[in-house]
């Protein structure tokens, strides 16, 4: 005995007339994002630029400040450097002055006798920033050499 199947599906390759009868398939949910889904998505975007660009401008700032300092080491070099050429052995004291090739900069010198009779101490701030008057300091032992070494034999 045979029995035959009965099913109201359809198969493969044939269509079927669906659950309302009316020859359409059933209708799913739509595919894509709603407009919350979206407006979230924005709203995320939007305060991880915010967040990004306030680290830009503190890069920006960073970078500034790196190249003052860094033109403030190199003028400090030049000026122990002319120091050494000029001065050769530069009496105690403070003083002060401007960069000539630098506008905005200044430096400003200490000079200290030490336990060592031929050499000084030299400390030597460069200054673009009142507000960081020790931003740039470079400390330097100089050497009388006007004077001969004693060799005694």
């Given at each position: ?32 994002f ?29 970078v ?65 920033d ?22 005694t034999?």
């Amino acid at each position: 005995m045979w029995r035959r199947a009965t099913s109201t599906s359809a198969r493969p390759g044939e269509r079927g007339a669906g659950a309302s009868g009316t020859g359409r398939a059933p209708r799913s949910r739509a595919q894509g994002f709603t407009l919350i889904e979206v407006l979230v998505a924005l709203t995320i975007v939007a305060f991880a630029f915010v967040g990004l660009l306030g680290l830009h401008n503190r890069n920006l700032a960073m970078v500034a400040r790196d190249e003052d300092l860094t033109r403030a080491t190199l003028l400090g070099r030049q000026f122990i450097t002319e120091m050494e050429l000029i001065e050769q052995f530069p009496e105690t004291g403070t003083t002060r002055g401007e960069f000539s090739n630098a506008p905005g900069f200044y430096w400003e010198r200490e000079v200290e006798d030490t336990d060592l009779p031929t050499v000084r101490r030299v400390v030597v701030h460069v200054v673009w920033d009142p507000r960081m008057p020790n931003a740039c300091e470079l400390i330097y032992y100089i050497r009388d050499r006007r004077e001969p070494d004693d060799i005694t034999n």
